[in-house]
């Protein structure tokens, strides 16, 4: 799993559409180290960020074809080969960008890209030999995604709906586009300036939804012929999200927390009543909001949640054998069944834990026979690879904080050079499993911890509210505490602790060593917030409707003006004592080149030491891959020098 560097929104809509759960305990790991067991070798920065060898794969509804990404001129592009050849046709040629998400669509591969990090994503379509190749939305100044791929609906055959904001850019209008021709039709008159759309399994746009204030309000219609009508107004701090409709288009599945709930369960509703029928499932400690279905037999197969690891719950027996056959051959791996063909007897299977990446199989479900396809890093050898142990410490206020922490393989957990690393978003979470990141840090003999302070999601409505207004306050006392918590474990080496992170992450950088200058010695920021009232100045237009919204979780420019400029580190980089490095990207939409700009003057001004890479082809976070190893060699360089093989005592700790 690769740092998530995004800001996201915990919206009680969104804007578009495991293995056995570990314990976490209070206490750090403690085994010794076996004495034979010597540190690994050094392995390179490219072999944990270079593109993947194969990743993505997929099969053709048909079941006559596997499709899937991998690198073309430093940059993933589609593949698909016919069942049983061995040469694969290249139906992609993208050399702007990487080729992101994709999906088939009859003998059609549907995928999207942007150009240089904007976010302006463009919809394409292209035959499976790669002779036709059409975008099918506009490819500048519009942000697409694909709404409803309309799989198997008769006389849909080649049509998908998109969703884009060409008429307003502030809200998504809902466009119906053959992927043949190209023919792009307006299907509905946006005149309400509704934000997001839901549609039945019939193809037909039943619910749409729009921010007022910080309610959503969520409307119906009963056909498409009909009027939509108000059916329901949440706050912001409740959920109500509508999954999918029941497989005879009349009551909903949504991931809920209302009627008194904490944590989110799946429920069913009644559109006509305005009733919750039943509650479909519920966990006591964690959120669930994510439902799966067969599309064949239509009937739900399982729900999964993240705990400390990825869980899984099934409905349906015939799910439920195709995971136990699969389990002898995965021991000590986490696995998933996915990507079938529309018979559902044909899957590819993805595997992999905290140390090995993933590797892809191809399961013949008729005939009980798994076979791998490919390895996505085939040259990271996982017994070089460092442990992530799920763990949890308390805050200074009483606070349960889960996180993760890596130790270097072949080192006593004892006062080791550590990074602190706080995900983005801040409402998302960090989860278990292979993080390209944390094994490069690892590797080079640092610990690495990863917490989920106060405001990540996942954890109940109570947790993520507590973060509300509490940038560079409660949720970065939570990790200081986890650094104060490694230290008194004798983990830490007191002298040499860096912070590191991206988007949310980069700011609780900027905060860390801002607040608490003595705590780091040299910190990493990569694509963060500085300054609170700039940050809200400059959001894509998209977020304009969840401006008020934003306004109570973080804070109001104008009622909270004097909280927000002690949240904002930019006002106080007088504190900063430590070196510093700050990686941006120049056309970043959700955190702008000024954030970045405003601390790196400030600081040379001050005489600081600072260390700025700037990409000028590179949004939020770099996609490109020469960016993203050349951040990378400069990172690993940057934290050798200052906590690594290249640190120095300080003159008075060194002994006489």
């Not at 479909?280 to 993240?306: E, I, P």
């Not at 990141?437 to 999601?457: D, H, I, P």
Request: hydrophobic content about 35%; overall charge negative; charged content about 25%.
């Amino acid at each position: 799993m690769e740092q998530r560097t995004s800001l996201i929104r915990r919206w009680p809509l969104p804007l578009v559409a495991s293995l056995a759960l570990l314990s976490a305990c209070s206490e750090a790991p403690k085994e010794p180290m076996a004495q034979a067991e010597a540190p690994p070798p050094r392995v390179e920065v490219n072999d944990f960020f270079k593109n993947p060898e194969k990743a993505s794969f997929r099969i053709s509804p048909d079941g006559q074809y596997i499709s899937y990404r991998a690198p073309w001129n430093n940059r993933m592009n589609i593949f698909v080969r016919k069942m049983g050849a061995e040469d694969a046709i290249q139906v992609t040629h993208d050399t702007i960008r990487d080729v992101g998400g994709y999906f088939w669509k009859g003998d059609r591969i549907i995928y999207s890209r942007d150009i240089n990090g904007d976010e302006n994503y463009i919809v394409f379509s292209a035959s499976i030999d790669g002779s036709d190749v059409k975008a099918l939305t506009p490819q500048k100044g519009v942000r697409a995604g694909t709404m409803d791929d309309l799989h198997n609906i008769e006389g849909m055959e080649q049509h998908i709906m998109v969703q884009m904001n060409q008429r307003n850019p502030q809200v998504f209008d809902p466009y119906l586009v053959n992927v043949s021709s190209g023919e792009i039709k307006p299907l509905y008159n946006n005149k309400e300036n509704f934000e997001n759309w839901i549609t039945d399994h019939a193809g037909v746009i039943r619910i749409a939804t729009k921010t007022d204030g910080t309610d959503q309000v969520m409307y119906h219609r009963a056909t498409a012929k009909d009027p939509f009508v108000e059916f329901k107004r949440v706050g912001f701090k409740d959920s109500f999200n509508p999954l999918f409709f029941t497989f005879d288009n009349k009551n909903l599945f949504a991931s809920s927390n209302l009627n008194g709930r904490d944590k989110t369960a799946i429920v069913e509703y009644d559109l006509a009543t305005d009733k919750e029928v039943r509650e479909v499932f519920t966990n006591a400690d964690y959120d669930v909001s994510n439902l799966d279905y067969s599309r064949k037999r239509k009937v739900l197969t399982m729900v999964t949640w993240t705990g400390a690891k990825e869980e899984r719950h099934f409905f349906d027996d015939e799910t439920k054998g195709l995971y136990d056959k699969l389990a002898a051959n995965f021991e000590g791996y986490e696995y998933w069944a996915y990507g079938e063909n529309d018979d559902e007897t044909m899957f590819m299977v993805w595997a992999g834990n905290d140390r090995q990446p993933g590797k892809y199989y191809f399961y013949d479900a008729a005939a009980d026979k798994l076979e791998e396809v490919a390895t996505l890093r085939p040259w990271i050898d996982e017994s070089m690879m460092a442990e992530m142990k799920p763990i949890s410490y308390q805050s200074r206020d009483g606070l349960t904080i889960h996180g993760y922490l890596t130790l270097p393989k072949g080192r006593e957990a004892k006062n080791l050079p550590v990074v602190v690393n706080p995900h983005g978003g801040p409402w998302a979470r960090d989860g278990w499993g292979f993080n390209s990141e944390a094994q490069l840090l690892a590797n080079r003999g640092y610990a690495v911890l990863q917490m989920n302070f106060r405001g990540s999601t996942g954890y109940g409505r109570e947790f993520w509210t507590k973060s509300f207004k509490q940038w560079g306050k409660t949720m970065q006392d939570d990790i200081t505490d986890g650094v104060e918590w490694l230290k008194k474990e004798g983990i830490a080496d007191p002298e040499r602790i860096a912070i590191y992170g991206g988007s949310y992450g980069g700011y609780a950088t900027l905060a860390g060593i801002t607040y608490t200058p003595d705590l780091y010695a040299c910190a990493v920021d990569y694509v963060g917030v500085s300054n609170l009232f700039t940050f809200m100045q400059t959001v894509p237009p998209y977020w304009e409707p969840f401006k008020k919204m934003m306004y109570e979780m973080v804070g109001d420019p104008k009622a909270d003006s004097l909280l927000m400029r002690e949240a904002s580190p930019v006002f106080h980089v007088d504190k900063i004592r430590c070196p510093l490095f700050i990686a941006q990207g120049a056309t970043d939409p959700r955190v702008n080149k000024d954030e970045s700009d405003q601390v790196v003057e400030a600081l040379k001004a001050r005489g600081i030491e600072v260390q700025y890479m700037l990409k000028e082809n590179e949004g939020h976070g770099f996609r490109n891959e020469e960016n993203r190893l050349e951040f990378y060699e400069a990172m690993d360089q940057f934290l050798d020098q200052h906590i690594g093989s290249g640190y120095k005592a300080k003159e008075e700790k060194v002994p006489a």
